[in-house]
């Protein structure tokens, strides 16, 4: 477990050194396939199936570098890596997001990832109540 945001940035750095990239390129291929799922304790298939997204579309974030995944993409991994709201942001931050609370989808995505509502069916069921576009589309 990290003790806080320090040691994660150093973390992080270790990880983006380790694999050759400067330390300011923050790629979520680092972070996903190697720190959060390392971290997380969960396989590729899984985080998959949990967060909607194909294989295919996940192993273009994997292999290509300069691949910017759409912030929707970005909340499913971060629903399907059951990620505290905070390492959400983190993650959101990483891949160049922020979370609005002017925007409505992004409001349900914050209560979902504060309250714990992993579920991406459950997540999609209220964006579509809402009449907001789903996050596995």
């Not at 720190?35 to 295919?56: A, N, Q």
């Not at 409001?107 to 579509?128: G, Q, S, V």
């Amino acid at each position: 477990e990290y003790n806080g945001s320090g040691q994660k940035m150093f973390e992080i750095a270790k990880v983006l050194h380790e694999n050759g990239l400067p330390e300011r390129e923050l790629t979520e291929r680092t972070l996903v396939t190697q720190l959060f799922t390392e971290e997380k304790k969960i396989t590729v298939p899984k985080l998959c199936r949990r967060s909607g997204i194909d294989r295919r579309h996940f192993s273009k974030m994997k292999n290509n570098v300069d691949y910017r995944p759409s912030k929707s993409t970005v909340i499913a991994l971060s629903a399907g890596l059951k990620l505290s709201f905070e390492e959400a942001v983190e993650l959101l931050s990483c891949a160049g997001y922020a979370l609005s609370k002017s925007s409505r989808a992004d409001l349900i995505a914050e209560y979902c990832l504060r309250n714990r509502i992993y579920d991406i069916d459950k997540i999609n069921e209220l964006l579509f109540a809402y009449n907001e576009a789903l996050l596995s589309e």
